[in-house]
């Protein structure tokens, strides 16, 4: 049995070889009282630089006591040795979990880093809310008020009080008012096109 095969099947503390130990197992090696196996392992343990704990006491205990050294003097001088576990590998499921977290933060670190740079995706729709709905019907009712009245006082004031003129003047003010809500209104829509910055355009006259 070799030095390995003792350290696969005896598990547990392991010992520096020193002087006192190997001087044991050299001894051990011939003692004829010992079994042919144990004879074996003391023979292999001498020449290693380091021993099982478990196999050398089973050397120790049956060996004869009054040829055997004590365990103090024995020990003496023995410092143990730790062994590095394994690395543990991870599986193909804990991988591919591995690579999907960390393209989801370099996603999240890119956005962040572009987000000043890049354009909204989303744009606010006009009148999307029911308080831009009816402030916008208020305004063109008043346009539209104000237009009647504007030209009902217009044409009583050019045509002498002509009561079917009066009312022509005032449906005249009325279009008039419509015309003046409809031109404001695609501008202020025309006004809300997403325009590319100036730091956007740069870079892409860079790429």
Excluded at 28 to 36: E, R
Excluded at 63 to 73: I, K, V
Aim: hydrophobic share 35%.
């Amino acid at each position: 049995m070799t030095h390995n095969q003792c350290l696969n099947l005896k598990s547990g503390l392991i010992l520096s070889n020193t002087a006192p130990i190997r001087s044991f197992l050299n001894i051990a090696s011939n003692d004829p009282i010992l079994p042919q196996e144990l004879r074996k392992t003391a023979s292999d343990l001498s020449v290693q630089p380091s021993v099982p704990y478990t196999s050398l006491r089973s050397i120790w205990f049956a060996s004869e006591p009054s040829t055997r050294p004590d365990l103090l003097s024995l020990f003496s001088g023995s410092d143990f040795i730790f062994t590095s576990p394994k690395p543990r590998e991870k599986s193909e499921e804990l991988k591919a979990r591995l690579r999907k977290l960390q393209e989801l933060a370099e996603r999240k670190a890119y956005a962040e880093l572009v987000k000043d740079i890049t354009p909204k995706k989303e744009m606010e729709e006009p009148f999307s809310s029911y308080k831009d709905q009816l402030g916008f019907g208020l305004h063109v009712a008043l346009i539209m008020f104000t237009g009647y009245l504007v030209g009902y006082a217009t044409f009583r004031a050019l045509f002498n009080h002509s009561p079917a003129m009066n009312a022509a003047g005032g449906i005249l003010g009325l279009v008039c008012g419509m015309l003046v809500e409809t031109l404001l209104f695609i501008i202020r829509t025309s006004n809300k096109d997403p325009r590319p910055s100036s730091s956007t355009s740069k870079m892409k006259k860079n790429q």
